[in-house]
T-cell receptor, first 114, second 113 residues
Framework: GQQLNQSPQSMFIQEGEDVSMNCTSS?????WLWYKQDPGEGPVLLIA?????ELTSNGRLTAQFGITRKDSFLNISASIPSDVGIYFC??????????????FGKGTRLSVIA | EPEVTQTPSHQVTQMGQEVILRCVPI?????FYWYRQILGQKVEFLVS????????KSEIFDDQFSVERPDGSNFTLKIRSTKLEDSAMYFC???????????FGPGTRLTVT
């Protein structure tokens, strides 16, 4: 099946620092979604990307849909303690319709040191 | 803000028993999904459901699994005879017709002993 390679696996950063994580795939995707998961809870949607090259922001979060349609990155600026959690990328492969399943990356575990 | 809800939050069952996990998707959503996440691993697709029938299912979704929308609000996942390896978090998700943004519920932690 399709695989998403997400890196880094984990990060330890100081409060106030910027964070960058990315996902790559050997096949193209039509949609990229970024989720955050807190322990024992469900993934919460952060950003959705639909077009190659698209750059979208949500507060301190910025995500981009790669030109090749095989990658995406997520940046978090000026990290705060509540940014702690696991960040997952997820993609939908073509031809995606309303109910195309998501393929998830393995996640990036973010720890913020105050 | 509308959200996906799931019950129970935690289910403990003995191997071989049947379990039913329940979900109430967001009310104006048309597409429904079940995913699972084994502890410490990534989220994996199980099944998608639209217009009262299964749209797609993964290899994980074998004959022991079934889904149903018994009324206008609930969406259920049944595991007929649970195995130890079925222990995982099970997430329900839904999205509208007009976009592909899937919203997830808080999950049911299933523990099979």
């Amino acid at each position: 099946g399709q695989q998403l390679n997400q890196s880094p696996q984990s990060m330890f950063i100081q409060e106030g620092e910027d964070v960058s994580m990315n996902c790559t795939s050997s096949s193209i995707f039509n949609t990229w979604l970024w989720y955050k998961q807190d322990p024992g809870e469900g993934p919460v949607l952060l950003i959705a990307l639909y077009k190659a090259g698209e750059l979208t922001s949500n507060g301190r979060l910025t995500a981009q849909f790669g030109i090749t349609r095989k990658d995406s990155f997520l940046n978090i600026s000026a990290s705060i303690p509540s940014d702690v959690g696991i960040y997952f990328c997820a993609g939908q492969s073509p031809p995606n319709s309303g109910n195309t399943p998501l393929v998830f990356g393995k996640g990036t575990r973010l720890s913020v040191i105050a | 803000e509308p959200e996906v809800t799931q019950t129970p939050s935690h289910q403990v069952t003995q191997m071989g028993q049947e379990v039913i996990l329940r979900c109430v998707p967001i009310s104006n959503h048309l597409y429904f999904y079940w995913y699972r996440q084994i502890l410490g691993q990534k989220v994996e697709f199980l099944v998608s459901f639209y217009n009262n029938e299964i749209s797609e299912k993964s290899e994980i979704f074998d004959d022991q699994f079934s889904v149903e929308r018994p009324d206008g609000s609930n969406f259920t996942l049944k595991i007929r005879s649970t195995k130890l390896e079925d222990s995982a978090m099970y997430f329900c998700a839904s999205n509208r017709d007009s976009d592909y943004e899937q919203y997830f519920g808080p999950g049911t932690r299933l523990t099979v002993t």
